[in-house]
T-cell receptor, first 113, second 111 residues
Framework: EAGVTQFPSHSVIEKGQTVTLRCDPISGHDNLYWYRRVMGKEIKFLLHFVKESKQDESGMPNNRFLAERTGGTYSTLKVQPAELEDSGVYFC???????????FGSGTRLTVV | KQEVTQIPAALSVPEGENLVLNCSFTDSAIYNLQWFRQDPGKGLTSLLLIQSSQREQTSGRLNASLDKSSGRSTLYIAASQPGDSATYLCAVMGNNNDMRFGAGTRLTVKP
């Protein structure tokens, strides 16, 4: 089966611009998660979708971040306007249920200059 | 709030050595624990998943143990190889379906 796919793999944008990251989970996985790793720090949870509903968005850093999962398939994470501290690697993961653990995508490396 | 700690932060060993990576967590009410590997510039690869009811899981040269009551897990790598060089991450999933990561252990295996 195809894995979790993330686009783009790399993105370099200027401060103040908008960037949209996309995640395609494994087909049939109702649970979709976004995480990010800022340079030198641990991976932190951003939010969790169950199908198209936001189950938990407690990790979203501020209102410049907007995640959507229309139709319960792929998800987008938009950062608007981007700030320097948003630089890092953004990971998406999907899971059919708790029992099976998570499958992660390769991540999107975001650099804000 | 669950906190996950990994020790050591970095480890360098000669090829062929057996080694142990440690992970500790503060809240023992977990659903499962997962070990991942991350290569530079790459995503996370799942290595082993241990359910809360299990004590250990094995895959090839890797063995992960879980002691939920003491909040500890170890990842044992036997006969290390240069290809094992990577960052190893421990992640704990709580009963409310949230996953918390440790900061990782950066492993270097020297030929």
């Amino acid at each position: 089966e195809a894995g979790v796919t993330q686009f783009p793999s790399h993105s370099v944008i200027e401060k103040g611009q908008t960037v949209t990251l996309r995640c395609d989970p494994i087909s049939g996985h109702d649970n979709l998660y976004w995480y990010r790793r800022v340079m030198g720090k641990e991976i932190k949870f951003l939010l969790h979708f169950v199908k198209e509903s936001k189950q938990d968005e407690s990790g979203m850093p501020n209102n410049r971040f907007l995640a959507e999962r229309t139709g319960g398939t792929y998800s987008t994470l938009k950062v608007q306007p981007a700030e320097l501290e948003d630089s890092g690697v953004y990971f998406c993961a999907s899971s059919p249920s708790l029992t099976y653990g998570y499958t992660f995508g390769s991540g999107t490396r975001l650099t804000v200059v | 709030k669950q906190e996950v700690t990994q020790i050591p932060a970095a480890l360098s060993v000669p090829e062929g050595e057996n080694l142990v990576l440690n992970c500790s967590f503060t809240d023992s009410a977990i659903y499962n624990l997962q070990w991942f590997r991350q290569d530079p510039g790459k995503g996370l690869t799942s290595l082993l998943l241990i359910q809360s009811s299990q004590r250990e899981q094995t895959s090839g040269r890797l063995n992960a143990s879980l002691d939920k009551s003491s909040g500890r897990s170890t990842l044992y790598i036997a006969a290390s190889q240069p290809g094992d060089s990577a960052t190893y991450l421990c992640a704990v999933m709580g009963n409310n379906n949230d996953m918390r990561f440790g900061a990782g252990t950066r492993l270097t295996v020297k030929p």
